[in-house]
């Protein structure tokens, strides 16, 4: 296998990076705002949250992927196969994290939370300063497992078009007839990022406050 060919590969891991980094970020952002709905105790909130996090944890990912490459143009929104991706991504990940965020936040010690409230901190003071912080120290090796489970499943947005590492290693090793070489280096690639990642998760565990050092 050339170096060429190689390269062609690393440069297609771009677009599973970026997709994958895209689509956790957004996915974190929507978790939080799942759990505090789970959390709430009201059921407007409740309700539509349960049901949210089971069907994107219920339905698989390919699944998702198809229904909302092909739904969005029959309700008349023609976006770009990548907005797609990161959409079905997105919501996929946000489901699995809202579940690692909830436990988070109900590990939280009450205590904690009365203190806070006796010196006058508002909710959304206490969920923003005391909640967050706790709940993401202890959820952290959960939401890095998720990343790296995110970066592995990017390989699925090849079904909508998307021109990222295992469809780049599926269209040269049918072209060049060396499907061991071009497959072998393409899980190289994805080890080696997801190494990366473990690594990166295990420093930020380590640099969060009340972290063991």
């Known amino acids: 296998m050339s170096f060429t060919l190689f390269m062609l590969l690393v440069q297609a891991s771009v677009w599973t990076i970026g997709i994958s980094a895209i689509s956790i970020a957004l996915g974190f952002l929507l978790a939080l705002g799942l759990s505090a709905a789970l959390l709430s105790g009201r059921p407007l909130f409740v309700r539509p949250a349960q049901f949210f996090i089971s069907f994107f944890r219920g339905v698989p990912l390919l699944v998702q992927l198809l229904l909302i490459y092909n739904l969005l143009p029959f309700i008349g929104l023609n976006v770009p196969s990548i907005v797609a991706a990161i959409i079905g991504m997105t919501l996929c990940t946000a ?60 390989s699925l947005v ?34 080696v990022i997801c190494w990366c990642v473990a690594m990166a998760g295990r420093y930020g565990e380590r640099s969060l406050p009340g972290a063991v050092k």
């Open 95 to 154: 489901a699995y994290q809202a579940e690692n965020l909830r436990g988070g936040f109900e590990s939280v010690p009450r205590g904690l939370v009365e203190a806070a409230d006796m010196v006058g901190f508002s909710p959304r003071q206490v969920f923003v300063r005391i909640k967050i912080p706790i709940a993401l120290r202890l959820t952290f090796p959960a939401l890095v497992n998720e990343a790296i489970m995110i970066l592995k499943s990017s």
């Open 158 to 191: 090849s079904v909508v078009g998307i021109i990222e590492i295992t469809r780049m290693a599926q269209d040269l090793a049918s072209s060049t007839y060396l499907p061991i070489q071009i497959f072998s280096s393409a899980a190289l690639i994805y080890l």
